[in-house]
């Protein structure tokens, strides 16, 4: 007979431990309790028994280790073939310290010290639409090392406070460890630009106010479960099954699906981390066929990366990307490219790419805006990029947003642009550029305002006049200039600050030279018109006023001087906290310098990201569903706690033994394909926080009406929906810090859906 004894009895046996508990039951088992350290035995139906380890004098395996006796102070008992696994909670001793605790922009995030014993945390949410404190999505709860760290996502603006408390080793909140935030406040991200013009919807998953769409799924993607996270997808043929994260978005290729979806990255994913790349050239690749796709890829905290890879859009509508960063991408970082409208990339952190020589020794374009409509490009920083923003490649790209991005030493196209007639460059930060700003080629149509230029070598350009000739080979008006030997396109200005050019030459009316020769055309007022009678030296376009025009879109601009301080802040451009990646640049070299900085470069290639991993299951359904009818969230604004079992539970709080079901209900609108089969091995295991009334909905493809919790059977009786082919039983009362345990009733059953409201 093998042996096993635990740490903590053994220590308890040196120890010469103290009073004696009463067991209870035949099998000598106790209560869970937090405040001691105990043996859990989890049993193959899916119930937990729990032995104080100070009355335990040793556990031992026979036949093969089928059968398990605990031997108790009190006495013996033998479990034939009945126990599934054995493990042992450790007391968690302390109480959780908040080291820092903020409100950002839709979300917010507390950093906590971790507890000796602890194998895990819950971490709540309360304020805004949630009155009570609501467990967030544990996917969201990581582990850094030395520390942990959660993020609430999908919040509008407003005050909260987030609750931190340890979970021991079989699940168990400890509540004596819990900590409170104090007030955090968040702010809404800024939606001005064309992206969002006549977009009243809200671009990606999220609604306009912050919050996940009407009928919004969540997926997190790890490296981990990259290539094996899955999710249901109309791809055609119905719904089916689609397994790994670029697999899950091709299926938007076939234009029926576009039900919201947040793909949330957690930490660092590299290209080897993919179940496969869409584009060879890029990396991962968003297409759509035209359709309202409705689909967000974002960040987790402030260490979302990809690394090795960038990503491509094509054929979409209403995709947003936001708070990773890109990091040594082969071709392009981010490239809206071909059929696209009303796409928006923001907060994000772009890097160098891979050194291919040349002109792409940083890469290629850092966020490439082609054959796109309806865009926005806002509150990214860009570190010290070769060729930053191209917009168009002779293609057509129109109605394009560039604000507030921090143009961080990198040296040209901030954007560079052809053809596009509806530009709208504002409140950005060129921050030591060594070539250009803004460039206007093609017969495109620039409004350039309260933006701020340090030291950035030549503002703007238009191309074969102006500083491109003057500071070029030549000097005469058939040199061909530095910058494009493409006709011109033209620049309004408006209210910028600039400081350290080299050049910068303004529209003068009348004079010889600066009539024909001129970089922008600068207005005094920012409703003044550009005339008709000024026009570019090649190619004569003139500028068509679209700025002052009646159905310009609504924004607020910052004065130029404010500019640097809120874009380098902390609410500004870049990921969360400015990311983990931090690079001070000299100003004395590299304003001037447009060569790779070995020393960036060679971090850049080793950068690896500090998670440790998650607490708990990467592959667990998310909780965090989108709203009714009239926007918000389903986490229930009175603390009510809706899980669904539709193969897998939807709370954290719920494990299940034994299989699933086909049950194929329609739950307040909500359609359900899986429940819990309530066979002989099946079972449902969860402890509440608090108090609730506990409604369980069946489904009708079994015979039972019925459930035992806790081994007693329900009496309740229940209410048949027809239409919606379930059973609802009425409700049932349970007690909080209560394991409870539901299983098999009079006959055979199917648990699909189990409501928690809140007893007051």
Request: aromatic residues 10%; hydrophobic residues 30%.
């Amino acid at each position: 007979m093998k042996r096993l004894i635990s740490v903590y009895t053994l220590m308890a046996l040196m120890m010469g431990v103290g009073q004696h508990v009463q067991a209870q039951g035949s099998d000598y088992s106790t209560a869970a309790n937090t405040s001691k350290n105990q043996a859990v035995l989890t049993m193959k139906d899916g119930s937990q028994k729990y032995y104080d380890t100070e009355s335990v004098t040793s556990i031992d395996f026979a036949n093969g280790g089928a059968d398990v006796t605990v031997n108790h102070t009190a006495g013996s008992y033998t479990f034939k073939s009945q126990v599934q696994g054995v493990s042992f909670n450790k007391v968690v001793k302390g109480t959780i310290q908040v080291t820092e605790a903020k409100g950002w922009l839709e979300s917010a995030y507390v950093k906590f010290g971790k507890l000796d014993g602890a194998k895990g945390y819950h971490v709540y949410v309360k304020g805004g639409p949630y009155s009570d404190y609501t467990k967030i999505d544990h996917q969201l709860v990581r582990n850094y090392g030395t520390y942990g760290r959660a993020d609430v996502v999908g919040l509008k603006a407003g005050s909260y406070q987030l609750k931190v408390v340890a979970v021991n080793g079989s699940g168990q909140e400890v509540p004596a460890t819990a900590s409170e935030t104090g007030a955090l406040e968040v702010k809404n991200y800024n939606r001005d630009g064309f992206a969002h013009y006549n977009a009243t919807e809200g671009i990606g998953a999220y609604n306009n106010d912050g919050t996940l769409k009407t009928g919004a799924r969540v997926i997190y993607v790890t490296k981990n479960n990259a290539k094996t996270v899955q999710l249901s997808m109309n791809a055609g043929k119905g719904e089916e099954t689609r397994t790994g994260i670029q697999d899950i978005i091709q299926a938007y290729e076939k234009g029926l699906e576009t039900r919201p979806l947040a793909v949330r990255i957690i930490g660092q994913l590299k290209a080897s981390d993919l179940d496969y790349l869409g584009s060879s050239a890029i990396g991962l690749q968003v297409k759509g066929k035209g359709q309202h796709m409705n689909l967000t890829i974002e960040g987790i905290g402030s260490d979302a990366t990809l690394h090795g890879l960038g990503v491509l859009c094509r054929n979409c509508q209403y995709v947003e990307l936001r708070n990773f960063a890109v990091m040594m991408h082969p071709e392009d970082g981010i490239s809206f490219d071909t059929n696209n409208e009303h796409l928006w990339g923001h907060h994000l952190d772009i890097f160098y790419g891979q050194n291919k020589g040349g002109d792409k020794s940083k890469g290629d374009g850092s966020f490439d805006v082609k054959g796109t409509f309806y865009c926005t490009v806002s509150d990214n920083h860009f570190w010290d990029a070769g060729k930053c923003n191209l917009n168009s490649n002779g293609d057509e790209v129109d109605y394009v947003t560039y604000r507030h991005n921090w143009y961080d030493h990198s040296d040209s196209r901030h954007p560079r642009v052809r053809m596009s007639k509806h530009l709208h460059v504002y409140n950005n930060y060129y921050d030591g550029n060594s070539k250009y700003g803004v460039g206007s080629t093609t017969g495109s149509c620039i409004f350039v305002e309260k933006n701020y230029f340090r030291n950035c070598k030549y503002p703007m350009l238009i191309s074969r006049q102006g500083s491109d000739v003057h500071n070029g080979v030549g000097s005469s008006e058939a040199t061909k200039g530095t910058f494009s030997n493409e006709d011109g396109g033209i620049i309004k200005a408006f209210d910028n600050y600039m400081t350290g050019q080299n050049s910068f030459e303004p529209y003068v009316a009348g004079d010889a030279l600066y009539s024909k020769h001129f970089d922008a055309y600068v207005v005094t007022n920012r409703n003044d018109q550009v005339p008709a009678e000024v026009v570019t030296l090649q190619g004569g376009t003139n500028y068509n006023n679209f700025d002052t025009a009646s159905d310009f879109y609504s924004y607020t601009p910052h004065a130029a001087a404010d500019v640097p301080a809120i874009v380098t802040g902390f609410y500004g451009a870049g990921r969360c906290e400015h990311g983990d990646f931090q690079w001070t640049f000299n100003n004395s070299t590299e304003d001037k310098n447009a060569e790779v900085i070995t020393t960036l470069s060679n971090s850049l290639k080793d950068y690896n990201t500090s998670l440790v991993g998650i607490f708990g299951d990467d592959n667990a359904e998310s909780g965090n569903q989108g709203g009714n009818e009239q926007g918000g969230t389903t986490p229930a604004p009175e603390g009510i706690i809706t899980a669904t079992f539709n193969a897998s539970p939807s709370s954290p709080m719920f494990s299940v033994g034994g299989s699933y079901g086909d049950g194929n209900i329609t739950y307040n609108g909500t359609s359900l394909k899986k429940g819990v089969k309530l066979d002989s091995k099946g079972s449902i295991t969860f402890t509440p926080a608090k108090n609730y009334n506990m409604t369980i909905v069946m489904g009708t493809a079994k015979n039972g009406r019925d459930v035992k919790i806790n081994n007693v059977l329900t009496t309740v009786s229940g209410t048949e929906n027809a239409e919606g082919k379930y059973y609802q039983l009425q409700p049932i009362a349970i007690t909080k810090d209560t394991q409870y345990v539901i299983t098999k009733g009079s006959a055979e059953g199917l648990v699909m859906v189990i409501i928690l409201e809140p007893i007051e």
